[in-house]
């Protein structure tokens, strides 16, 4: 997998987390159930647990993505794509992988392994920045 492909598939995966809750949220308007302005920001929500955590994680993505497109694509440009081929398929994998456990639960042993999870997408962040500083 290209450092492209990793960074295309993160980008899907937000997507697909987004669509969990719009969805969910499109279908209560369209029912009748909800005013379409049921959910501004800040406001509390009665939504279920699963909807909200596919909210959080969907936020998480968005926060990471930019960073981790910057870093591919910055390998791309310095001609160095090597560097982000070999490393990306992991920010991708434990990207999903903190999403998924985001997605089960929210104790205190799966808030640890997400945080663990993204220490190593940090870690890895890091690690093809060195990489790539002449």
């Known amino acids: 997998m290209t450092g492209i492909t990793a960074v295309l598939l993160f980008a899907a995966w937000t997507l697909a987390l ?3 809750y ?3 949220r499109t279908g ?3 029912a ?3 005013r379409a302005d049921s959910w501004t920001r800040g ?3 009665d939504d279920p647990g699963f909807v909200v955590r596919a909210q959080h994680a969907h936020m998480n993505c968005v926060e990471n993505l930019p960073v981790f497109a910057a870093i591919v694509l910055a390998a791309y440009v310095l001609g160095r794509p090597a560097v982000a081929d070999h ?3 992991y920010v991708l994998g434990s990207r999903l992988a903190q999403s998924t456990v985001h997605l089960i639960g929210v104790n205190h042993g799966l808030v640890f ?3 663990s999870l993204f220490t190593i997408q940090v870690a890895l ?3 093809m920045i060195w990489e790539l500083l002449p």
């Open 22 to 24: 719009v969805l969910y």
């Open 113 to 115: 392994v997400r945080g």
């Open 43 to 45: 406001r509390p929500t």
């Open 18 to 20: 987004m669509l969990t």
């Open 28 to 30: 209560l308007v369209v």
């Open 87 to 89: 490393v990306a398929p």
């Open 32 to 34: 009748g159930r909800k």
């Open 125 to 127: 962040f890091l690690y």
